[in-house]
């Protein structure tokens, strides 16, 4: 069951610290108070044990025959040691019967059937207790008389033990509520300091969660609180960054959509003009169709993107045979190639096998060669070259083009990036579909510039050995 105080956070630290502060404050109590009682009835007690026993010895030696010899003597002890001495004759028709007795200036109740005293009549031992009589305490030792049988009491008031008790326990309360009152001032404050605090982070979190990234979330305390305020700027400034890549990527992607929509709502216009020769018409169709192949492939492309980003991009992991994908690679592309006067020559070492989804090894190649015949002028040479690297199969398309500025070399993966150039330029789209594509393999696509050669890199985790042979049949 939750238990919910009001006034939250707060009341709850400012109650916790009172019931620990008070609970600390009963136990100080409960150690102290009894065993302080206790302590100074004892040390009374074993006193009047020490005098009655001392009482008892001198009482048997002495001789009482001169008249009031034995009250003046019963009374100076009295006097001295500040306790009501009684002599009760025990073995007549009552246990006790009261003999003499002494009170040193204390009135008491009458003390005929005293149960210490009973007791030692009984037993014949030393007996000690504390007794109330008359609603007072008292402490009480019993002695028995040797020579006569009979018994020795000596009561005396505890009062001044109790009063010392009581003092100790009144300064015990006022010292507990003047705790409670401090802590009660001093809990509320530092708990209002953190209630603030974390109000402060709420205000900070509802905040982000309504897509307000520009105020930072700011708490200079070194504790929990400091630390969870720092894991919300962090979590503030990597949201506001993929919230401006978003916008980013919304604001590229419309407007490379419209770039090609616009051209081609211009040459549809211009097609319906009816005194359009033939020959002109035809071109406006060429161009059309290329349009239309543009947004068509933006469009798988940004497809791939979103996918990739909704983490719904699904990868196989079989076995490729890179020389393959090479050979198919060369024959797609060298129609295009050569119409961009372009050479185009395959190296392919037989043995680099990659654990890897064909189609989309299939689909990066096809990337980094559209890259090297775009970009690059005509009578440029590409390279498509497979091997083991390591532990890792490669494919490798390199050309001898104008290369890319070092400054651009990282930066051409982004998406959208592309330099600006004398050569045909595309969305911008294509190695970074193709670095993700890698790295959901397992593998990566690297950019190695050495002096007038561009090489882009396809690393995936090699197979270990080949593939087996498909048997065939008989
Ligand atoms: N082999 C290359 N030689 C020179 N520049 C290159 C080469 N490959 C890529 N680039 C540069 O890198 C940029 C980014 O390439 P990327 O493939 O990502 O986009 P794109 O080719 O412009 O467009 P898309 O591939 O989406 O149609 C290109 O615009 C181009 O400037
Ligand atoms: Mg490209």
Do not use: C
Not at 219 to 233: S, T, V
Not at 246 to 260: G, I
Not at 386 to 394: K, P, S
Request: proline fraction near 4%; hydrophobic fraction near 45%.
């Amino acid at each position: 069951m939750k238990i919910r105080l009001p006034g939250g956070i707060r009341t709850t630290l400012a109650v916790a610290l009172l019931l620990i502060v008070g609970g600390a404050l009963g136990v100080a109590y409960l150690m102290v108070v009894p065993s302080l009682e206790r302590r100074l009835v004892d040390d009374r007690l074993e006193e009047l044990q020490r005098d009655g026993v001392e009482l008892a010895a001198a009482y048997s030696s002495r001789d009482f025959s001169q008249p009031f010899a034995l009250d003046n003597f019963v009374a100076t002890f009295a006097l001295v040691y500040n306790a009501r001495t009684v002599v009760y004759q025990v073995g007549g028709p009552q246990p006790l019967k009261l003999f003499l007795q002494a009170d040193s200036g204390i009135s008491g109740r009458s003390v005929a059937d005293d149960s210490v005293a009973l007791e030692t009549a009984r037993t014949t031992h030393v007996a000690r207790g504390r007794v109330t009589r008359g609603g007072r305490p008292y402490a009480e030792v019993a002695v028995p008389l040797v020579t006569t049988g009979n018994v020795l009491l000596l009561s005396s008031s505890i009062e001044d033990q109790l009063a010392t008790v009581r003092v100790v326990t009144r300064r015990l309360l006022y010292a507990t509520g003047v705790a409670l009152l401090i802590t009660a001032i001093l809990g509320s404050a530092a708990a209002a300091v953190h209630a603030r605090r974390i109000r402060r982070l709420e205000r900070a979190a509802n905040r982000i969660a309504q897509g307000r990234f520009d105020q930072p979330v700011v708490d200079d305390g070194e504790d929990e609180l400091g630390e969870l305020a720092a894991a919300f700027e962090r979590m503030r400034v990597q949201l506001a960054q993929l919230d401006t890549a978003r916008k980013e990527f919304v604001a590229n992607a419309s407007h490379e959509l419209r770039t090609p929509l616009f051209s081609l709502a211009g040459f549809l216009e211009l097609m319906t003009d009816e005194d359009l020769d033939e020959e002109t018409r035809a071109g406006f169709l060429v161009t059309t169709r290329e349009q239309v192949d543009r947004l068509t492939r933006l469009s798988a492309d940004l497809l791939d993107l979103s996918r990739i980003d909704a983490g719904r991009l699904h990868v196989e992991s079989e076995e490729v045979v890179l020389a393959d994908v090479a050979r198919a690679l060369a024959e797609e592309l060298q129609p295009i190639a050569e119409g961009a006067g372009h050479v185009l020559t395959l190296d392919t070492e037989p043995d680099a096998w990659a654990l890897a989804d064909e189609e989309r090894v299939l689909q990066i190649g096809r990337a980094l060669l559209a890259n090297a015949i775009a970009h690059t002028p005509a009578g440029t040479e590409v390279v498509l070259r497979t091997g083991r690297e390591g532990g890792t199969a490669v494919l490798v398309v390199s050309d001898d083009g104008p290369g890319i500025p070092a400054e651009h070399a990282e930066r051409i993966f982004d998406r959208f990036y592309r330099v600006e150039g004398p050569q045909a330029s595309g969305s911008g789209l294509g190695l970074a579909i193709a670095r993700e594509l890698a790295e959901r393999m397992g593998g990566t696509v690297e950019l190695s510039a050495a002096a007038r050669r561009t090489t882009f890199t396809l690393a995936l985790p090699a197979v270990a050995a080949a593939p087996e042979a498909v048997p065939v049949p008989s």
